[in-house]
């Protein structure tokens, strides 16, 4: 058995479509979705995301901008830009680029965005609606949780009732991730690396989600091939020059569907941005009136 490769073009393709609609909606009312990225520092890294949100944002009619701010910049300062670009009604989304430098990292970063320009979705008052309970994606919620349920739902892989293990318990991706699943009636089991016989679970699993940040970490050994798991990739991991994910090449023999690493999970995330940023100017626009 090869595993179907989970590509996430076509559905990201289609979601463009869907968002130029939007946005030439929301033009037509005089009001053109804008987002602007704040990063503090020079990080090749982050200038590479930058880009592709850019890229897509662009294409898709809305307006990108980059605050691109000195290292040295102070709390201070930082703080003054952010209340300037939360007061700012020509900016409907705003994101913080990760890391920031180590003079902000005190700050409570995913808060100080305000929540109707949360894109990204780290607001405390955003995160809450999974953990009261919600299904709706059209909410301004974590990009890579959502991009995950929209490539499952694509694909035809339905949730409900299924065992499926989160691995990582990031605040961004896993513990927000295993909500909504747990929420769309999935039974999940939240584990790490630290996890004790972590592979007697992860075999159990139908579907297994690795988002741990370690490379080639997930082995045909951490699989039941006649459980036909299907697997979601969200490493993005470095390794010998090249990008890869936190699954090893060799899951495809065993698993029955896998996401690619590059080319699944990421572009997801890139698109659930740009839903994010039309559903905040939408909201915006409502506000008005």
Do not use: W
């Amino acid at each position: 058995m090869t595993a179907k490769i989970l590509l996430a073009q076509p559905l990201v393709d289609k979601i463009k479509n869907e968002l130029r609609l939007r946005c030439e909606g929301l033009k037509s009312q005089g009001t053109t979705p804008s987002m602007c990225v704040v990063l503090v520092g020079e990080n090749p890294a982050s200038l590479t995301y930058i880009k592709n949100k850019k890229k897509i944002c662009e294409e898709v009619g809305a307006h990108f901008q980059l605050l691109h701010l000195p290292a040295e910049t102070s709390e201070q300062d930082f703080l003054e830009h952010l209340s300037r670009l939360n007061s700012d009604s020509k900016i409907h989304g705003i994101i913080i680029q990760l890391p920031v430098t180590d003079k902000l990292k005190k700050l409570d970063i995913p808060n100080l965005v305000a929540p109707s320009k949360d894109i990204d979705g780290f607001h405390t008052a955003n995160t809450k609606a999974i953990y009261y309970g919600t299904t709706d994606l059209n909410l301004l919620l974590p990009c890579t949780p959502k991009g995950v349920i929209h490539l499952l739902q694509f694909y035809g892989i339905d949730v409900k009732g299924k065992h499926i293990v989160v691995l990582g318990r990031s605040l961004i991706v896993g513990k927000p991730l295993a909500m909504l699943l747990s929420n769309l009636d999935a039974t999940v089991t939240l584990a790490h690396s630290k996890t004790k016989n972590l592979e007697e679970i992860t075999r159990t699993a139908d579907i297994l989600i690795s988002a741990i940040g370690i490379p080639h970490f997930i082995k045909t050994s951490a699989l039941n091939s006649a459980k036909h798991t299907v697997v979601i990739d969200v490493g993005i991991n470095s390794l010998n020059g090249k990008v890869t994910g936190d699954v090893d090449p060799d899951v495809i023999e065993v698993a029955s569907a896998i996401s690619p690493v590059p080319g699944g999970v990421g572009p997801m995330t890139v698109i659930s941005l740009i839903q994010n940023l039309m559903c905040a100017a939408e909201n915006q626009l409502k506000g008005k009136k």
